[in-house]
């Protein structure tokens, strides 16, 4: 029997990672809301050739957007010992819909779409099985209860939502399960599809089919982790040559990308923003990377101006509060440093103030900041399947907490107690409810947004008992 090519790709590409041949491959179909809600059809396929979208009656035929292949190893955030090269055995196809369509399927498998009006949306986020050697982190992957983000998808999916948010972290199985770990014995690892399929696209699946997605890169997803998988099946924009990240020397642009804005009808929008290669720390004032913060959030406050009501999504929280144990004291960090090394800075521009509410990830639980001062709302829902931090943050907050930039903490809420998602519905043109949903869709908590300014209803009153921030 003649191999097809695909197939004799994928036996050349296990004998050379030392994998298992790939079980059968069914086609994985899905849409992302690009720039200016635009939505893009994606399909990952073993066939040879790409498919033919049916779209209001027309038949429009995808395009390639990456070869499957095999890239070759690159340095990544790992010991060269617990990395290799990565193999993509399946050809990515893309079809920018048309503005306005009302219905298309690929394959016989209807693809959903945006409406005019998105108004219950599903936020999630850190929803990777974390698997990671330097800190002898191997979550159990196999263990539904330990890795619960097929759950939550399923939950989340049966609310019916009309767009799913991902607030960044897909990808956490970048080393290999140790033969002393059962919980996640023979799972995939490394930054190839293997890992993505088993990841995110597998325990995705309900939310796939449910909604189309925004979608903002974490530091998960930078080229020396997830970024060429990222730009090969996440990022809507069309493919770039110089930003694969599949080769080191041009990391700078592949670790970068502008912001664009989403519109969710209504006089609402989201501005989708990439800052997934700037770290926590805080940038010395020589370091490329602040242009690339400048430029975003000057773009940001552009787009935020043409609309009533913006979110900005980001993977790192900007004005969030986590804590840091360290023999018994424990102390409240603010914010990502990289950010606010730069923005209030002499050089940097400002916070805009066109933004009403920051969504965020990174910090693996569940928190919302609202300020006295003049700063947007904060939200962070990081905790969607990845190992929860380990030190939760303090029942009460101390008089005059901030979060950094100035800002000053009027109401103050947190969960930490178990993995979940967040789900938003549309209360005016200013105003959104905010559900704060455990594993099993049941409420935790219920918050409100009412332009820049939240509220929970766990109330958080001044505590002297804990460090402030420094």
């Not at 191999?3 to 990672?17: E, I, N």
């Not at 010992?81 to 048309?98: G, H």
């Not at 002898?136 to 948010?165: E, G, K, L, T």
């Not at 979608?215 to 020396?224: F, I, L």
Request: glycine share 10%; net charge neutral.
């Amino acid at each position: 029997m003649t191999l097809s090519y695909r197939s004799l790709l994928v036996t050349v590409m296990a004998g050379v990672c030392g994998l298992a041949p790939l079980p059968a491959f069914a086609s994985t179909a899905y849409v992302i809301l690009g720039e200016q809600g635009r939505p893009v059809a994606r399909v990952l396929t073993e066939a040879d050739h790409c498919p033919t979208v049916r779209a209001d009656r027309r038949d429009l035929p995808m395009t390639v957007r990456r070869e499957p292949g095999m890239v070759a190893q690159r340095p990544t955030a790992s010991a060269v010992e617990f990395s290799k090269p990565s193999a993509f055995p399946v050809l990515t196809c893309e079809l920018a819909l048309p503005t306005g369509t009302r219905s298309a399927t690929v394959d016989g498998h209807r693809l959903p779409l945006p409406r005019a009006r998105l108004n219950r949306i599903v936020v999630i986020g850190d929803t990777g099985c974390r698997l990671k050697a330097t800190d002898a982190a191997y979550q159990p992957c196999n263990d539904p209860a330990a890795y619960p983000f097929a759950r939550i998808s399923a939950r989340a999916a049966a609310w019916r939502p009309d767009a799913v948010i991902h607030v960044g972290d897909l990808l956490y199985r970048e080393n290999p399960c140790p033969d002393s770990e059962a919980g996640c014995a023979g799972t995939p690892w490394g930054f190839g599809y293997d890992a993505w399929k088993a990841d995110f696209f597998d325990p995705a699946a309900p939310l796939l089919a449910a909604a189309p997605w925004i979608m903002t890169r974490g530091n998960h997803e930078s080229c020396a982790r997830g970024g060429q998988g990222w730009w090969r099946f996440i990022d809507p924009r069309p493919p770039v040559a110089n930003q694969t990240c599949d080769r080191a020397a041009d990391d700078a642009a592949g670790d970068y990308s502008a912001p664009f804005a989403v519109p969710l009808g209504g006089g609402a929008q989201v501005v989708v923003m990439d800052h997934s290669g700037i770290g926590g720390k805080a940038l010395a004032t020589d370091d490329p990377r602040r242009a690339n913060i400048r430029q975003s959030f000057a773009e940001l406050d552009r787009l935020g101006r043409q609309a009533r009501f913006t979110f900005a999504l980001d993977h790192y929280p900007v004005l969030s509060i986590s804590a840091d144990d360290k023999n018994g004291i424990m102390t409240l960090q603010p914010g990502n440093g990289a950010i606010q090394s730069v923005i209030g800075a002499p050089d940097g521009g400002a916070l805009p103030d066109s933004v009403d509410v920051l969504l965020a990830g990174h910090v693996h639980l569940f928190e919302q900041a609202s300020f006295s001062s003049a700063h947007p709302s904060q939200f962070v829902t990081g905790f969607s399947g990845t190992l929860e931090d380990k030190v939760p943050l303090p029942e009460t907050l101390p008089e005059g907490a901030s979060a950094g930039m100035g800002s000053v903490v009027e109401q103050f809420s947190s969960w930490v107690d178990g993995f979940g998602y967040m789900t938003l519905e549309r209360r005016g043109v200013r105003s959104w409810a905010a559900t704060i949903r455990d594993v099993d869709g049941h409420v935790v908590n219920r918050c409100r947004i009412d332009g820049r300014r939240s509220s929970c209803r766990v109330k958080r009153v001044p505590s002297p008992a804990t460090a402030p921030p420094r």
